[in-house]
């Protein structure tokens, strides 16, 4: 059963930057943090994204653990994976991420990893949400100061676990004007590959604007008019990531996923299944039966996802939208490193000419809602999304589901043929808009 909480959604606190999140909520958040570890002197790691909102994030949030006895050691603009990595790597007891990943310039949020850089459990944002009208006053206040060198121990790590030759391999790598700016660019040269980027001129406003994975339109047309053989795009804060294959085709996180399971499997490396969300495609699910890899599912949610692999021991797993974790490497979603992954699995072949799945004609319509909880009430939208499965049966399904981070309403339908699947999910999101918009 989920721990109710009022300020952290699927991945932290997350609003628009000065009227939701102010100075004094991220103050706040960071002494309630700090209070409710059990170390001492609490060290704890900030990074964040290029939104303009970021540095005042950054200090308030800085204010805030000092404030409760701990250290804040500022790591700068690196991506989300890189707070997860650098936590453990330096023996630290929290990390701090300042960045709404995907939203745009105007949202911002805070997340955090525990020492072993997983993100904390519903349990715990439970306890710091009670602690942020109580949190103890410290004894002695803590530091704040610079953390020089993140940016090379997280290319220093992914060097390590993906030590391979892309001379000869040209890329195009679109980095949102978010965290991935430097890092993204710098492993692949590292690496010998021929790198032409998109979204490296951040001005703290550009973040997700008009590219990255979800606007992956623009790097969809770079590819296809360039001699590259394949393009990464990039979310804001780094945790997720899609593909372009050369001809300019889009290829999502479950035909990502499939790739790898599909190359881990038959090496032996992925010790019992892969672990994907109820968002994964009817078609991820006949290709992995067909390769006689389990598949587990969970709700949406790279945390839980994470939850699940833990439990049952395995390395790979995923969401459809790009957040892509092989535990291996790092406890949560790492664009860079899965870009890296997919370059591993396909060798020396191109990603047009490797078809790890089929897909089924998926259609996703987000529908903007005034209260994205009041969908548990609409009996209507509910006995019409009974009504539409019931048809499609066997063929396909609907998935309805309220976003954790946005006012919206997800619709989700598979169905054999685009036409059908377009008009139902058509219908259902004209319902959900009717009653609840």
């Not at 609003?15 to 909520?25: R, Y």
């Not at 339109?217 to 780094?238: C, K, M, N, T, Y």
């Not at 399971?261 to 039966?289: I, K």
């Not at 049952?312 to 899965?338: C, K, M, N, Y």
Request: proline share 3%.
């Amino acid at each position: 059963m989920t721990t109710a909480r009022k300020l952290f959604g699927t991945d932290g606190v997350r609003g628009e930057a000065g009227t939701f999140l102010t100075a004094e909520l991220a103050t706040a958040l960071g002494r309630a943090t700090t209070a409710s570890l059990e170390a001492q002197r609490p060290q704890v790691l900030i990074v964040r994204d290029t939104r303009e909102s970021g540095p005042m994030l950054e200090s308030a949030l800085a204010a805030g653990i000092a404030a409760a006895g701990g250290d804040a050691l500022l790591g700068g603009v690196l991506p989300t994976p890189a707070a997860a990595i650098l936590v453990r790597r330096l023996g630290l007891d929290l990390a701090a991420v300042v960045s709404a990943s995907h939203n745009p310039f105007h949202d911002n949020g805070i997340k955090f990893f525990d020492g072993r850089g997983v993100k904390l459990a519903d349990e715990a944002e439970a306890r710091i949400e009670a602690l942020i009208e109580e949190a103890p006053a410290a004894e002695q206040a803590g530091h704040v100061r610079e953390l020089n060198g993140g940016l090379d121990d997280y290319l220093r790590e992914l060097e390590a676990a993906f030590p391979f030759d892309l001379s000869g391999r040209k890329v195009v790598l679109d980095c949102a004007h978010g965290a991935t700016f430097r890092a993204a660019p710098a492993i692949f040269e590292r690496l010998g590959a021929e790198v032409e980027t998109i979204g490296v001129e951040p001005d703290g406003r550009n973040i997700n604007a008009g590219c990255g994975s979800t606007h992956i339109e623009a790097l969809a047309e770079r590819v296809a008019a360039s001699e590259a053989e394949i393009g990464f795009a990039f979310d804001g804060d780094g945790d997720r990531v899609l593909a372009v294959d050369g001809s300019g085709r889009v290829h999502d996180g479950d035909e990502l996923i499939a790739l790898a399971a599909r190359g881990m499997a038959g090496r032996g490396e992925l010790n019992g299944g892969v672990v994907v969300t109820v968002m994964s495609n009817f078609g991820f699910h006949q290709a992995m039966e067909e390769a006689g890899i389990e598949v587990a599912v969970t709700q949406v949610g790279d945390r839980y996802v994470i939850d699940e692999m833990n439990r049952r021991g395995w390395p790979l797993g995923g969401e459809q939208s790009g957040h892509i974790i092989a535990s291996d490497f790092v406890s949560t979603g790492d664009g860079i490193a899965a870009a890296l992954m997919t370059m591993r699995e396909l060798g020396g072949a191109r990603l047009e000419d490797a078809v790890p799945m089929e897909k089924l004609p998926q259609v996703l319509i987000n529908v903007k809602v005034a209260e994205r909880e009041a969908i548990a009430g609409a009996t209507a939208v509910w006995e019409a999304v009974e009504r539409e499965g019931e048809g499609l049966e066997g063929r396909g399904r609907v998935l309805l589901r309220p976003s954790g981070t946005e006012p919206l309403v997800r619709v989700m339908v598979e169905a054999p043929t685009a036409d059908e699947a377009e008009g139902t999910a058509q219908r259902l999101a004209d319902l959900v808009r009717a009653e609840l918009a």
